[in-house]
């Protein structure tokens, strides 16, 4: 079965680290340029980070540079985001995206909740 499965999400106060990880099954993401997005109630989605197959390029949203760095392990076939300085803005539930030159596949999401 082919998917995408996002963990390590969870509740963490202002200023707090996590770091979400996008696994793949079923397929290798060493072909894929990967997506961060995001959704919090009432907004659209929107891009937090990529990066492309090879992991040597990265992109973030302005919003998140110098606080997210998105990284890429073709061996564990993984991509990751540490999210450090977390603000209450952050509170979303966080998608990961795999894109190559005609497959796209979404995971099911990760919530992460910024508050006191």
């Known amino acids: 079965q082919l998917a995408l499965v996002e963990s390590g999400g969870g509740l963490v106060q202002p200023g707090g680290s996590l770091r979400l990880s996008c696994s793949a099954s079923?397929?290798?993401?060493?072909?894929?340029?990967v997506g961060w997005f995001r959704q919090a109630p009432g907004k659209a989605r929107e891009k937090v980070s990529c990066?492309?197959?090879?992991?040597?390029?990265?992109e973030s949203a302005d919003s998140v540079k110098g606080r997210f760095t998105i990284s890429k392990d073709n061996a564990k076939n993984t991509v990751f985001l540490q999210m450090n300085s977390l603000k209450p803005e952050d509170t979303a539930v966080y998608y990961c995206n795999a894109v190559t030159l005609n497959r796209a596949y979404w995971g099911q999401g990760t919530q992460v909740t910024v508050s006191p």
């Open positions: 990066i492309n197959s090879w992991g040597d390029t990265t």
């Open positions: 079923g397929f290798s993401l060493e072909y894929y340029a």
